[in-house]
């Protein structure tokens, strides 16, 4: 269900891959929260390695206050291709958060399974305390279950 809630785990970069269907401009990234924790969140956006892994950072946002509601947070307005991305969200505190409904997933960059690093059921993450702003191309990542993804959403111009 799309008001399913996952418990955020502090100061974890999750790193889901997200679908654009077509292209157009971007002016801000978003989320929504069930409850409050902590003192900062962020969101961003991520290229696609032609390996299916998480490349370049293309957008953040500024620093967020967590708590409940819809949490948005401007970026310079891009013009994005359509094709495969990964969003990113980290928070300093543990808020609930809506989770991504596994339903509605198609498969990811690579197809339904490459290797068993990445499918349509999982996401990708890392550990950054002490963050202060997303990392320009993250490494060492883990691999989990979809079910504990926030959904971070992408808003046109």
Excluded at 57 to 70: C, H, K, Q, S, V
Excluded at 108 to 135: D, H, Q, R, V
């Amino acid at each position: 269900a799309n008001d399913a809630k996952t418990a955020v785990t502090a100061d974890r970069l999750y790193l889901t891959p997200y679908r654009l269907q077509c292209h157009g401009y971007v002016k801000s990234i978003g989320c929504t929260l069930g409850s409050g924790g902590g003192t900062k969140l962020r969101m961003g956006l991520y290229a696609v390695n032609v390996n299916g892994t998480v490349g370049a950072l293309l957008a953040e946002t500024a620093n967020l206050t967590p708590g409940a509601g819809d949490k948005i947070g401007s970026i310079t307005p891009m013009l994005l291709p359509s094709g495969w991305y990964y969003t990113a969200f980290v928070c300093d505190g543990t808020p609930s958060a809506s989770m991504r409904n596994i339903g509605s997933i198609t498969p990811g960059p690579l197809g339904a399974s490459m290797g068993g690093f990445l499918c349509e059921n999982t996401y990708t993450y890392k550990s950054i305390a002490g963050w202060s702003a997303l990392p320009t191309t993250p490494d060492s990542l883990s691999v989990a279950s979809m079910a504990g993804s926030p959904r971070v959403y992408l808003e046109a111009v």
